[in-house]
């Protein structure tokens, strides 16, 4: 049963438009939210981060939203640049912080 | 570079051949994990471990086991590998606060003939 969800596999976005990637969850257990990066042939990096208590996260040209009522949370980039093609796999612990469920990504394009 | 190295970082190996993937760090940290990534899957956790020789079961566990004798090594085997275990597969470490994030390796790609 997939507790973390991308419905999305993919998204094409203009260069110096905004990207929004969407993740739902299931488990009102989470107590944090991470977005994570991966390139081809390398593992996942590290982008951002939303503890349950905030709505909103901000960093440079990247921004995690979170709804909890509706279990939803979304990363905006703005502007895209082809750079931040890859794909994007939202993330959230559980078992005091330990175990990692991951969704199942969407792969973004930014066109020149 | 969050100081881990995954090794081999390409393998191929045959069906009922035993397989060990070696993870180590240079950070000293106590968490470690196993993740394989499949397409329509993501990433999804196999084992993990909390300090030397403390170790526990993921999501997908079945077919594989761990050991983690020093904590700058943690190893995924793979008894007797199948065709379903093809896959990419990542180590990570975390921090000991609890809100930290995962840092991954750059993975190995296992393809099981």
């Known amino acids: 049963d997939q507790q973390v969800k991308q419905n999305s596999p993919s998204l094409s976005v203009q260069e110096g438009r905004i990207s929004i990637l969407n993740c739902d969850y299931t488990?009102?257990?989470?107590?944090?939210f991470l977005w994570y990066k991966k390139y081809p042939a390398e593992g996942p990096t590290f982008l951002i981060s939303i503890s349950s208590i905030k709505d909103k996260n901000e960093d440079g040209r990247f921004t995690v939203f979170l709804n909890k009522s509706a279990k939803h949370l979304s990363l905006h980039i703005v502007p895209s640049q082809p750079g931040d093609s890859a794909v994007y796999f939202c993330a959230a612990p559980l078992n005091t912080g330990n175990q990692f469920y991951f969704g199942t990504g969407t792969s973004l394009t930014v066109i020149p | 570079d969050a100081g881990i190295t995954q090794s081999p970082r390409h393998k191929v190996t045959e069906t009922g051949t035993p397989v060990t993937l070696r993870c180590h760090q240079t950070?000293?940290?106590?968490?470690m994990y196993w993740y394989r990534q499949d397409p329509g899957h993501g990433l999804r956790l196999i084992h993990y471990?909390?300090?030397?020789?403390?170790?526990d079961k993921g999501e997908v566990s079945d077919g594989y086991s761990v050991s983690r004798s020093k904590t700058e090594d943690f190893l995924l085997t793979l008894e007797s590998a199948t065709s379903s275990q093809t896959s990419v597969y990542f180590c990570a470490i975390k921090r000991s606060r609890e809100d930290s994030p995962l840092h991954f390796g750059n993975g190995t790609r296992l393809t099981v003939t």
């Open positions: 488990n009102s257990m989470f107590d944090y």
């Open positions: 471990s909390y300090g030397v020789k403390d170790t």
């Open positions: 950070e000293n940290h106590r968490y």
